[in-house]
């Protein structure tokens, strides 16, 4: 079952591997959609625990993100690889992205701060209207 506001799911991917393809919808709460959904994809994957926090926290991260400095409709693409996993949200937005200092009382400001420190790379691709914002999740976390 799909949670509220999602379309999408595990579809064959690169070498028969299952890739997770979700559009979580709009809104502030589609960060929570995504991770709802991610949760049992990773299960199913059986990663350990500790990846599949890194995994939840910085999907949710750059889901957020497109959802609040992006356009159009976000897209998150989950896939296991040798020994990491790449996660990929994409939307139709400027493709910009900001590392920001966020003061100790800020309330946000810290998301890409925490995908360059829990990721092993990370990157941003733009083409054809769309930019996707890019990580690498390192199985051994």
Not at 25 to 34: K, N, T, W
Not at 82 to 101: C, I, N, P, T, Y
């Amino acid at each position: 079952m799909q949670p509220h506001g999602t379309t999408g799911g595990p579809v064959e991917g690169r070498g028969g591997r299952p890739r997770f393809d979700l559009e979580p919808g709009e809104g502030l709460d589609a960060a929570r959609r995504a991770r709802a959904a991610l949760r049992h994809y990773c299960a199913e994957l059986r990663l350990p625990a500790p990846t599949v926090d890194v995994v939840l926290l910085l999907a949710s991260e750059l889901v957020t993100n497109a959802v609040v400095h992006g356009a159009g409709p976000v897209r998150v693409t989950v896939e296991p690889a040798a020994g990491e996993v790449h996660v990929r949200v994409s939307d139709h937005g400027s493709g910009a992205l900001v590392l920001r200092q966020a003061g100790p009382a800020a309330t946000g400001g810290r998301g890409l701060r925490l995908v360059e420190a829990l990721s092993s790379d990370w990157g941003r691709d733009v083409a054809a209207g769309t930019t996707t914002v890019w990580c690498r999740i390192p199985t051994g976390v």
